[in-house]
């Protein structure tokens, strides 16, 4: 499996952008799939993830970020809005064939990443 992920860029505080990530190779519908972030200096952390139809996101984020799945064209997308300076950060997509609900948010669970695509929010 490889992903690619796009759409990150430079945007002021309170903008919205959505990025895209493209999984190519053996890939199935109901394979879960998730965004990561990690800033500078710190630790990646899950920010959100569907799978199985389920759609989840981290507490951090609800209501501004969105996951959606197309699945027809093997896409995730992270509709991101209401962007803060604090979203800033590289933004990964990651997959594994299956990963328990409960372990979503665990990037330990999954076995393919795609190479990042930065966003940065200016105050």
């Known amino acids: 499996v490889q992903l690619q992920a796009s759409g990150g860029g430079l945007v002021q505080a309170g903008a919205s952008l959505r990025l895209s990530c493209v999984a190519s190779?053996?890939?199935?519908?109901?394979?879960?799939m998730a965004w990561f972030r990690q800033a500078p200096g710190k630790e990646r952390q899950f920010v959100g993830g569907n799978a199985r139809g389920a759609t989840y996101h981290a507490d951090s984020v609800k209501g501004r970020f969105t996951i959606s799945r197309d699945n027809a064209k093997n896409t995730v997308y992270l509709q991101m809005n209401s962007l803060k300076p604090e979203d800033t950060a590289d933004y990964y997509c990651a997959a594994n064939y299956w990963i328990r609900s409960e372990r979503l948010s665990d990037e330990r669970e999954y076995a393919y990443w795609g190479q990042g695509t930065q966003v940065t929010v200016s105050s």
């Open positions: 190779g053996l890939t199935s519908s109901s394979m879960p």
